[in-house]
């Protein structure tokens, strides 16, 4: 299938999609028309923010070009993370965002910290520059260092989340206690009007020694895995407007058959 069809086809099968791509680059208007085109009215697009904005390394060349050469760069070519930058990234990437959100189709926007977004190394009040300007969204943020949902530190990740109507993105993991696994034992809602899912699979040598996000994720959930999966969506469906379950599991075709058969089990397919 060329590139161009796969996302009406998929919104042939699926209400809703969690957009990658932007965690790269910022997509331009007429990306974000095609989207719209290509999917029905109720669709739902949830969308990663930029890199930047994660705490990330990023290359200079994952800017657009008039910020590119506004930045200053270390000796690996990464930028300098900068408030100045921060804001005129949000800019040019919520241009972007108002196609989808004048078409009724943004859902979420998810913030996918970096595993050196560490209690060790940074507060969590670090965060308000980019919540605070998002206020009128939907935000989820999802931590990849272990060490803010542990312990005392739990608690107070939950209640600062929850104080700013943040979404605290739940997952499913392997069972390891890496520092850059969070437990999948967690089911916390921060934000009544979203609870946020995200499966990783099961496959912890290749979440921790992957040198490619198809090799980081490579696990083909089993059926009574996706039984697991649907009662934790129940569960959370209980205490929340809406839930958003992404299977992130994305070697070869795994993550689309999941939610397939995911979508059977909770009865939206027959």
Same mark, same amino acid.
């Given at each position: ?24 680059s910022?997509?331009?208007? +007429? /990306?974000?028309?095609?989207w ?5 009215? %109720?669709?739902?697009? &949830?969308?990663? =923010?930029?890199?930047? #904005? ?7 060349k ?44 943004l859902?979420?926007?998810?913030l996918?910290?970096?595993p050196?977004f560490?209690? +060790? /190394?940074?507060?969590?009040e ?5 919540? %605070?300007?998002?206020? &009128?969204y939907? =935000?989820?943020?999802? #931590? ?9 530190q ?18 499913d ?8 696994i ?25 979440y ?17 895995e ?12 209980r205490e ?13 075709d795994?993550?689309p ?14």
């Open positions: 299938m060329h590139a161009g069809e796969r996302l009406g086809w998929y919104a042939q099968h699926f209400e809703m999609v969690e957009v990658n791509s932007t965690f790269y910022v997509p331009d208007f +007429r /990306m974000a028309e095609r719209c085109s290509a999917t029905p009215d %109720e669709f739902t697009f &949830d969308v990663k =923010l930029h890199q930047l #904005f994660s705490f990330h390394s990023t290359p200079a994952l800017l657009p070009p008039e910020l590119q050469r506004r930045t200053l760069m270390d000796e690996k070519g990464n930028i300098e993370r900068t408030r100045d930058l921060v804001d005129a990234m949000l800019k040019l990437f919520l241009r972007s965002m108002s196609i989808l959100r004048s078409a009724n189709k859902g979420a926007l998810l996918q910290l970096s050196a560490s209690p +060790r /190394m940074h507060k969590l670090e965060l308000d520059d980019l919540i %605070e300007p998002l206020r &009128d939907r =935000l989820a943020i999802e #931590f990849r260092n272990r060490n803010w949902v542990t312990g005392d739990l608690r107070s990740t939950i209640d600062f989340l929850r104080q700013r109507n943040a979404a605290f993105v739940n997952v993991a392997p069972a390891a206690e890496h520092f850059t969070i437990p999948s034992s967690l089911n916390e809602i921060t934000d009544p009007a979203l609870a946020y899912l995200r499966l990783h699979g099961r496959n912890a040598r290749a921790l020694t992957g040198k490619t996000v198809a090799a980081r994720f490579n696990y083909n959930y089993r059926d009574d996706v039984d697991d999966v649907a009662e934790r969506s129940w569960q959370l469906a929340a407007d809406e839930v958003h379950v992404v299977f992130n599991n994305n070697a070869l795994y993550a058959r999941a939610a397939m058969r995911l979508r059977k089990a909770l009865g939206q397919l027959i």
